[in-house]
């Protein structure tokens, strides 16, 4: 199975080449603008490294606890954003405060589980969304995320 870091990080110029993962991570902070720190490199091996995916900031901080990744919860916060500014994730806030977010930043849909708190990507060719209000005077629609809220029937 091909690594998702290596796809997406590979300029085409190179497709097909195997290089170094964290090299290339490297060098996809830096096309965005990010400095490669030590911490922005390990939080993104952690993020990047096993596909698409939905985390919260506390379960980023547990991954980074458990592989002895030394970051406080406030850099594993602020990082998160960071990717989120650089276009490298989305932010899906989901429940009240708590947000998600996403390794797939292009447009797509969800369902939120609510029993178990996890958020699954849906089909999006069975998405329909239509007749939107106009949006205010200088304003314009940059994007339509749908995300729908899904529990277990009562027995």
């Not at 290089?19 to 490669?36: A, W």
């Not at 096993?50 to 406030?74: C, D, I, Y």
């Not at 609510?114 to 089909?123: I, K």
Request: glycine share 8%.
């Amino acid at each position: 199975m091909s690594n998702p870091l290596l796809q997406t990080t590979r300029p085409d110029s190179l497709a097909g080449r195997r290089g170094c993962p964290l090299s290339e991570l490297r060098d996809k902070l830096r096309r965005v603008g990010l400095r490669p720190t030590r911490q922005r490199v390990s939080l993104g091996w952690l993020l990047f490294g096993k596909g698409n995916r939905h985390v919260t900031a506390e379960m980023l901080f547990e991954e980074a606890a458990r592989a002895r990744v030394p970051v406080s919860l406030a850099t594993v916060y602020n990082t998160l954003h960071q990717f989120t500014e650089a276009g490298l994730l989305r932010q899906l806030p989901v429940e009240g405060t708590k947000s998600y977010f996403d390794t797939n930043p292009t447009e797509h849909h969800h369902f939120f589980l609510e029993d178990v708190g996890e958020l699954v990507d849906m089909p999006s060719e069975s998405v329909r969304v239509g007749d939107l209000p106009e949006p205010p005077d200088g304003m314009e629609v940059a994007g339509v995320e749908v995300i729908v809220r899904l529990r277990r029937k009562p027995a």
